[in-house]
């Protein structure tokens, strides 16, 4: 049944955006991507590795079944050409025969006769050896025929089978090259949990003593205009939020990391005073910003500080300069809101 013309037309679109999702996924920089991002291209090339998985099974068979034709047709040249191979040993020995033994001697045999019985035996004779002569060469032919006709068929059958080859070579080369991008992904997935796991377990473990420094040093209690606060703040630094503020894999990721090069410069997120700059274990090189009303921000992993304890800072104004300080994922800052020393989403502060 005939595929209607507009849905050969959407179902070419389709593959057309799926290969583009996939070779962008196999593209994907993992160092920098998102969880959702690394997710999204796991999905996308676990869907191409599997197409293509059936794609290079089905130009297997059909090879399989391409070379079963060519053999079969080879089979049937060789019995073809055994048979004109006999057929030729015929005519030449009947042409060594008639060198040997003329048929012109053979029929004069008697001297001449008058006799008409004889005469018509001799014609008869005559007859017989040209029509067995006629016989052996109408064969000939026919083998020489059928010999041509099938060796063009077996050489035809011998390129599709070739072509069915290079078809299947083509879809396999594809396969592992999909199954190495997938693998990538995967093992970058993989780097990726371990790394979050290593830093969460890091940070949660100084939490105790951040949540302490935060409490002591915070310029008032949680109240008053707190909720005017704990917003219009801008984003931190330029980059690609690498992750969410939320539970990964059974723990809390305390705020959101922000990816960019080592030495990216960092900003105030919100005007305040500099409570905390220096080193906390799992969290590198921070800073914490007291912004009144209990409301603070934190920024770690820097790979230099530029500020200090005490200090009045601006929003917009550079604290420090990105790194890889502490138990990182890679090039980032770790970027916490917290409301009373306890965690907040960053999202519901940032512009």
Same mark, same amino acid.
């Given at each position: 049944?005939?595929?209607?013309?507009?849905?050969?037309?959407?179902?070419?679109?389709r593959?057309? *955006?799926?290969?583009?999702?996939?070779?962008?996924?196999?593209?994907?920089?993992?160092?920098?991507?998102?969880?959702?991002?690394?997710?999204?291209?796991?999905?996308?090339?676990?869907?191409?590795?599997?197409?293509?998985?059936?794609?290079?099974?089905?130009?297997r068979?059909? +090879?399989?079944? +391409?070379? @079963?034709?060519?053999?079969?047709?080879?089979?049937?040249?060789?019995?073809?050409?055994?048979?004109?191979?006999?057929?030729?040993?015929?005519?030449?020995?009947?042409?060594?025969?008639?060198?040997?033994?003329p048929?012109?001697e053979?029929?004069?045999?008697?001297?001449?006769?008058?006799?008409?019985?004889?005469?018509?035996?001799?014609?008869?004779?005559?007859?017989? *050896?040209?029509?067995?002569?006629?016989?052996?060469?109408?064969?000939?032919?026919? @083998?020489?025929?059928?010999?041509d006709?099938?060796?063009?068929?077996?050489?035809?059958?011998r390129?599709?089978?070739?072509?069915?080859? %290079?078809?299947?070579?083509?879809?396999?080369?594809?396969?592992?090259?999909?199954? @190495?991008?997938?693998?990538?992904?995967? %093992?970058?997935?993989?780097?990726?949990?371990?790394? *979050?796991?290593?830093?969460?377990? @890091?940070?949660?473990?100084?939490?105790?003593k951040?949540?302490?420094?935060?409490? %002591?040093?915070?310029?008032?209690?949680?109240?008053?205009?707190?909720?005017?606060?704990?917003?219009g703040?801008?984003?931190?630094?330029r980059?690609?939020?690498?992750?969410?503020?939320?539970?990964?894999?059974?723990r809390l990721?305390?705020?959101?990391?922000? +990816?960019?090069?080592?030495?990216?410069?960092?900003?105030?997120?919100?005007?305040?005073?500099?409570i905390?700059?220096?080193?906390?274990s799992?969290y590198?090189?921070?800073?914490?910003?007291?912004?009144?009303?209990?409301?603070?921000?934190?920024?770690?992993h820097?790979?230099?500080?530029?500020?200090?304890?005490?200090?009045?800072?601006?929003?917009?104004q550079?604290i420090?300069?990105?790194?890889?300080?502490?138990?990182?994922?890679g090039?980032?800052?770790h970027?916490?809101?917290?409301?009373?020393?306890?965690?907040?989403?960053?999202r519901?502060?940032?512009?």
């Amino acid at each position: 049944m005939a595929t209607p013309a507009g849905a050969a037309s959407e179902e070419q679109q389709r593959a057309a *955006v799926r290969a583009r999702q996939a070779q962008l996924a196999a593209k994907l920089k993992t160092e920098t991507a998102t969880q959702a991002q690394l997710d999204a291209a796991q999905r996308v090339l676990d869907e191409k590795v599997a197409r293509q998985s059936r794609l290079t099974a089905a130009a297997r068979q059909a +090879a399989a079944a +391409a070379e @079963a034709e060519f053999e079969q047709a080879n089979a049937r040249l060789e019995q073809t050409k055994a048979t004109l191979d006999k057929t030729m040993d015929l005519v030449v020995d009947h042409a060594v025969h008639e060198y040997i033994s003329p048929r012109s001697e053979a029929l004069e045999v008697g001297g001449d006769t008058t006799d008409l019985a004889v005469n018509a035996r001799r014609a008869a004779l005559l007859d017989s *050896v040209n029509a067995s002569t006629a016989d052996v060469l109408d064969r000939l032919n026919a @083998a020489r025929e059928d010999f041509d006709v099938q060796t063009k068929a077996a050489k035809a059958l011998r390129d599709k089978a070739a072509a069915k080859r %290079a078809e299947t070579e083509s879809a396999l080369a594809s396969l592992e090259r999909d199954r @190495a991008a997938n693998a990538r992904l995967l %093992a970058a997935a993989e780097a990726r949990k371990r790394d *979050v796991l290593r830093e969460s377990a @890091a940070q949660a473990a100084a939490d105790a003593k951040l949540t302490a420094i935060i409490n %002591a040093r915070s310029s008032a209690t949680v109240g008053g205009d707190s909720g005017a606060r704990s917003s219009g703040c801008i984003w931190p630094a330029r980059g690609t939020a690498t992750s969410e503020f939320g539970y990964r894999w059974g723990r809390l990721h305390a705020g959101i990391d922000i +990816a960019n090069s080592i030495g990216t410069p960092i900003w105030a997120s919100k005007s305040g005073t500099v409570i905390f700059a220096g080193q906390q274990s799992g969290y590198g090189n921070v800073v914490i910003i007291d912004h009144g009303g209990g409301f603070t921000t934190l920024y770690g992993h820097m790979s230099r500080l530029g500020t200090s304890q005490g200090a009045r800072v601006s929003q917009g104004q550079t604290i420090g300069a990105m790194g890889n300080t502490g138990h990182s994922t890679g090039p980032h800052v770790h970027f916490e809101t917290r409301y009373g020393g306890t965690p907040r989403n960053p999202r519901g502060c940032l512009s």
